[in-house]
Structures are given as structure tokens and as C-alpha cells.
């Protein structure tokens, strides 16, 4: 079944405790991107890649790193989680980062983290 | 300015009647647009892409993109109580291959 997985679903942490949310998609997609969706703002982009080893920033991208070694994976990293990065972060992959790309993002279920 | 904006709604239709989901964008250079539906608690899935000026029509989906007023909209007809959702437009720009969603609009459909 194609899919975006994301792990974990579900996270509550405290302030400064470096996490890794991960994100793996099957469908051999070159482009992938993270976002956060809170109340008021929509999704909002943090990074994307449109291909392995290549990165940029999306709209919100302080304090994330990211990380693009395979072309499957792309784990999202806080360093030093804050209170204000308590938030629904979605993964999302597309066919292709070229002029083949039909724009149809995919996206994982979510990821839930809480930062106390 | 927002790259998106959407009217947040809440938009409340009769079952059968037809919704009418709008949105406008800043950025000209914009190329690609796109309508996604989100079930409360779930992730977006998209429903409707269109790149060129005028109609596209899928099933009771109608998206209509005017590229020179930089607006996108949605008509659901026969609208039923599963098209219920929160309802994102987004745009796509290149280069660089971002996507920019607006804050979307909720639409309840009342049997």
C-alpha cells in the first residue's frame, strides 16, 4: 500500500529534550516536506526537499533541522523543543520535484507533539 | 499579506445544496492550485488540482481558477453530510517547488 508514515504519532516532552519525529514514504517519491498545522495559521511549510541530499527552508523553519539521506526518509529534527513548537506536524511527499510534478502532496496522519 | 486567503467559514449549506468555497492568492507568479479536504482529526487528501484558467470539473467537484483576479474557488454540488470537512486551497510556485496553504474554509453539510 502506498504510504507517508510518520513515527511517533504521538509525543508529550519537556522543553530542551532533543527529538526526532520520522517520516518514510514507499512510493519512491523525489519530493518531500514537512509542515506544522496550528489553529488560526493553516499548514505552514518548515522544509522541503526536492531531492536526496538537497534541502531548503519552508516558511517556518527556525529551530527544525532536517536531514535527507535516502530518498525514502526524511526526519524531522528539534534540537531544543520549546513550548511554542507544541503543534500537528504533517510529512508529505510528491512525484516529482520537475515539470512532472502534478503537485499532489501525500500526506503521513500526523505527528502530535506537545512540548511542556 | 498572506500568500493564501480563504474565508474560514464556517460555511453551513442543506444537504443537496451546492457550496461555493472560495480563495485568492498574492503571489502572480503562482502556478499550480489545488484543493484538499480534512476530516477533523485526519490528514489533508486532495481533491481537485488546476493549472490552467476556467472550469475543471470531477464528478460533483468543480474547481474554477482566474489567473488575472489571483483566484481559486470550489463549487461541491449536491452537497452531502460526508463533505463535511475543513476544505484548504493551496498554490504551488516554482522554482523551488513550495507549496502555500491557506487556513481553510469548514463547511458543515446539514441532513
Known amino acids: 500500500e502506498a504510504q507517508v508514515t510518520q513515527n511517533p504519532r504521538y509525543l508529550i516532552t519537556v522543553t530542551g529534550k532533543k527529538l526526532t519525529v520520522t517520516c518514510s514514504q514507499n512510493?519512491?517519491?523525489?519530493?518531500m516536506s514537512w509542515y506544522r498545522q496550528d489553529p488560526g495559521l493553516g499548514l505552514r511549510q518548515i522544509y522541503y526537499?526536492?531531492?536526496?541530499?538537497?534541502?531548503d527552508k519552508g516558511d517556518v523553519p527556525e529551530g527544525y533541522k532536517v536531514s535527507r539521506k535516502e530518498k525514502r526518509n526524511f526526519p524531522l529534527i528539534l534540537e531544543s523543543p520549546s513550548p511554542n513548537q507544541t503543534s500537528l506536524y504533517f510529512c508529505?511527499?510528491?512525484?516529482?520535484?520537475?515539470?512532472?510534478?502534478?503537485?499532489?502532496?501525500?500526506f503521513g496522519e500526523g505527528s502530535r507533539l506537545t512540548v511542556l | 499579506q498572506k500568500e493564501v486567503e480563504q474565508n474560514s467559514g464556517p460555511l453551513s449549506v442543506p444537504e443537496g445544496a451546492i457550496a461555493s468555497l472560495n480563495c485568492t492568492y498574492s503571489?502572480?507568479?503562482?502556478?499550480?492550485f489545488f484543493w484538499y479536504r480534512q476530516y477533523s482529526g485526519k490528514s489533508p487528501e486532495l481533491i481537485m488540482s488546476?493549472?490552467?484558467?476556467g472550469d475543471k470539473e470531477d464528478g460533483r467537484f468543480t474547481a474554477q481558477l482566474n489567473k488575472a483576479s489571483q483566484y481559486v474557488s470550489l463549487l461541491i454540488r449536491d452537497s452531502q453530510p460526508s463533505d463535511s470537512a475543513t476544505y484548504l486551497c493551496?498554490?504551488?510556485?516554482?522554482?523551488?517547488?513550495?507549496?502555500?496553504f491557506g487556513t481553510g474554509t469548514s463547511l458543515t453539510v446539514i441532513p
Open positions: 503571489d502572480r507568479v503562482s502556478q499550480s
Open positions: 488546476i493549472y490552467s484558467n
Open positions: 512510493m519512491n517519491h523525489e519530493y
Open positions: 508529505a511527499s510528491s512525484l516529482s520535484s520537475g515539470l512532472l510534478n502534478t503537485g499532489e502532496l501525500f
Open positions: 526537499s526536492m531531492n536526496v541530499e538537497v534541502t
Open positions: 493551496a498554490v504551488n510556485r516554482r522554482p523551488g517547488n513550495q507549496f502555500y
